[in-house]
């Protein structure tokens, strides 16, 4: 994926100083408090849309269905994440930042209150299809919002910021779901997600400033023919191969802790924020490269990210060494997947209203793909790290055929 000179600003945006000015220490300019403000949404979002996994037996004995049909409600909000990113994008075209974040966060919040209360699991999943539509518009617009209150240099740093929250999520939000669903029942996680809405929404309003009034931008006819440019279709792409890739794995790895590595299913709570601690770590490290140093970051980390996949698949049955590696490849994953993103807003620059929905269907759709084509596999404990080695690898070949078409070296992303 080509990418700007370093220092070089976004193309959406005009650069803010001249070279004849002096340029601040990066340590006196923190981070706005809003992105933060935004983060917390983001991980109240996360963690609803991971919890389900340790909460559906109970869930299921209590609506009085099998659990093969409550796990319907993961897939009807992953399909509904997909789906939402560009419509709710689209629906909240020319709100400004706060008032289309609030009233995703609103929505959200309603839909998990009315999850909690319902008995019946029709309603159960209507509420979880309108969650994730109202968690995909809030990420979609969270990301251009993001972009937007720092200088383009800082880019990334502010991603970061904001997909820390997602991270984590599966570090604490999702083991305390299942912690809180074990004691207090399964309506209780819905009620903490519910909470945890509150002060998200309040700093939002607060925190958040109104867009000012600016020049009508590109046509909506416009944003979407963005989609027919090379660059932004092939950083598509490698976003939701890897991302298939990573959620492929993380879904399925219970199987191999219980399995190959022959530990107690007492682990596995451990093993995925094992996972969740090590994409928290990438994430970071995304944000502290991935404004000068992009290339660099996808050409060393893709290729070790299938190295670690790889050896994940030969060496799950030792478990004095799955910790750490299950630690180096949620870092690797996240420190790939959080650089195409940034890639994705540069590259789809033209699309200011539908930038951050195409980043957020092309994440949904690798992580709706990733675990039905690791499903397919699970006849082999290590199947789904072999599937994400070769997601990896079809990400990587396809970055350098793609690469050499454009006439570019392919190892620039």
Known sequence: MPQPQPGS????RPQVQSQSQPQPSRRALPLPLPLYLLALAVFAMGTSEFMLAGLLPDLARDLGVSVGAAGALTSAFAVGMVIGAPLMAVLARGRTGRSGLLGFVLVFLAAHVAGALTTSFVVLLASRVVAALANAGFLALALTTAIAMVPADRTARALAVLLGGTTVATVVGVPGGALLGAHAGWRAAFWAVAVLCVPAALGILRGVPAAEPSPEGPSLRAEFGVLREPGLARVLVLAALVNAATFGSFTFLAPVVTGPAG?????????????????????????????????????????????????????????????????????????????????I?????????????????????GAVVGPLLAATVLGRPTGPFLLSAGLVAAALAFAAVSGSRRGGPASRC
Do not use: C, K
Request: glycine share 14%; net charge positive; hydrophobic share 60%.
């Open 9 to 12: 600003p976004s193309p959406s």
């Open 345 to 365: 807003l540069y590259e789809a620059a033209g699309a200011p209203a539908l930038a951050g929905a195409y980043a957020t269907a092309a994440l949904n759709v």
């Open 263 to 343: 530990l107690t299913s007492s682990w596995v709570s451990a093993a995925l924020m094992l996972f969740g601690a090590g994409s928290f770590a990438g994430v970071t490290a995304a944000g502290r490269l991935g404004d000068r140093h992009a290339g660099r970051v996808l050409a060393v980390g893709g290729p070790l990210l299938l190295v670690g996949w790889v050896a994940l698949a030969v060496l799950a049955d030792r478990p004095a060494v799955l910790p750490a590696l299950l630690f180096v490849q949620g870092a690797l994953s996240f420190a790939v997947g959080g650089t195409l993103i940034a890639r």
